[in-house]
């Protein structure tokens, strides 16, 4: 079993920048698929991000909406996983949920991920 807790929404004005993370509990986090996803009222949970490895083979995979703009990354030792996102824009707006997948390699669809966290929220004003 694995615990997801979101922290470091808010508030920002477009062109701004938030940082988000994802503290995980349970074993074995470095084995497991870390994504981001997220979700506006009265829209399907979109794919944001993706991680899975270490140093040595790491692997990450971007929604074409965000490349250039966020950074997914992750501290195996520390049990976590954040989103660096720049250049928010007002349609970045959503609640921002963590997901972890055990399994091997990069997954973009929500069914493919085992665990969810709560959610955060991101608010960008125009």
């Known amino acids: 079993q694995v615990q997801l807790v979101e922290s470091g929404g808010g508030l920002v004005q477009a062109g701004n920048s938030l940082k988000l993370s994802c503290a995980a509990s349970?074993?074995?986090?470095?084995?497991?698929?870390m994504g981001w996803f997220r979700q506006a009222p009265g829209r399907e949970r979109e794919f944001v991000a993706s991680?899975?490895?270490?140093?040595?083979?790491?692997?990450?995979d971007y929604a074409d909406s965000v490349k250039g703009r966020f950074t997914i990354s992750r501290d195996n030792a520390k049990n976590a996983v954040y989103l660096q996102m720049n250049s928010l824009k007002p349609e970045d707006t959503a609640v921002y949920l963590c997901?972890?997948?055990?399994?091997?390699?990069?997954?973009?669809?929500?069914?493919?991920?085992?665990?969810w966290g709560q959610g955060t929220q991101v608010t960008v004003s125009s």
């Open positions: 997901a972890a997948r055990n399994g091997r390699g990069v997954r973009t669809r929500p069914y493919e991920y085992d665990y």
């Open positions: 991680s899975w490895g270490a140093s040595s083979a790491y692997y990450a």
């Open positions: 349970g074993r074995a986090f470095s084995s497991y698929a």
